[in-house]
């Protein structure tokens, strides 16, 4: 069977060796990443480098029947991943931004003493706190 379209938001697929698509509920498509027919393109997502369009013209696929119920976890598990990593990502930028903010708040210098700075703090505190319940 052959196989022909785009996938898009393609991360690292140059350590790849094939891919794995749903095909639908019960089967599951191969693809040999270096076959004929299969082109990988990187693309810009969010203003940054580092996806890629995966593209299919008439690329050789290996059909796989898979149980639903098995299809349906393996997409739990990666919806997981996913938002595992966007946390990590969003938890990241943030104390960035608290340490970048802390970093200009010394370089200033206390204008108002002491009471100024535990204001920040507990500020920033309830701001961490914030973030890490909504996950």
């Known amino acids: 069977m052959h196989g022909t379209g785009v996938l898009r938001f393609v991360e690292a697929p140059g350590p790849m060796t094939h891919l794995l698509l749903a095909v639908d509920k019960g089967t599951v498509a191969l693809v040999g ?3 004929p027919g299969v082109e990988i ?5 969010m203003g940054a480098w580092g996806l890629c369009e995966v593209r299919l013209t008439s690329a ?4 796989l029947p ?12 990666a919806g997981l991943a996913l938002t595992a990593r966007a946390y990590g990502a969003a938890r ?10 802390k970093e200009r708040h010394h370089s200033s210098g206390s204008r108002s003493g002491n009471s100024r700075r535990s204001s920040t703090s507990s500020q920033t505190a309830s701001s961490r706190l914030k973030v890490s319940d909504s996950f």
């Open 66 to 77: 898979w149980m639903a119920v098995a299809l349906g976890d393996v997409g739990r598990a």
């Open 41 to 45: 393109a990187p693309i810009r997502a």
């Open 92 to 101: 990241r930028a943030f104390d960035l931004a608290v340490d970048y903010a």
């Open 60 to 63: 050789a696929l290996t059909l």
């Open 33 to 35: 990443m270096n076959e």
